[in-house]
């Protein structure tokens, strides 16, 4: 298991347009990754689970990988988080 934490800069925050990339990339993955904020955590594979979890700028957010090839999703995933979000 890999995981990181790291602080929402969008100024909009974790919405639907970065959540569906973020869906989108986690479909690719051999990993199960979850996103937890807030004492919550979901599938980071439902892009309205994500949106139901309110991340504002300034959040921060846990991303677990699971599974398959964790090192590669880990890096794939934190470079999409830095570039995105």
């Known amino acids: 298991m890999r995981s990181f934490c790291y602080a929402i800069t969008d100024p909009i925050g974790?919405?639907?347009?970065?959540?569906?990339?973020?869906?989108?990339?986690?479909?690719?993955l051999d990993s199960?990754?979850?996103?937890s904020a807030g004492g919550s955590?979901?599938?980071?594979?439902?892009?309205?689970r994500i949106v139901s979890l309110g991340i504002t700028t300034g959040t921060q957010v846990t991303v677990t990988i699971e599974g398959g090839?964790?090192?590669?999703?880990?890096?794939?995933?934190?470079?999409?988080?830095?570039?995105?979000?």
């Open 41 to 48: 955590a979901v599938d980071a594979g439902k892009l309205l």
């Open 14 to 28: 974790l919405h639907m347009t970065p959540g569906g990339k973020l869906v989108a990339l986690v479909k690719t």
């Open 32 to 35: 199960r990754v979850t996103v």
């Open 69 to 85: 090839d964790e090192e590669a999703s880990y890096r794939k995933l934190y470079t999409f988080f830095a570039a995105e979000l």
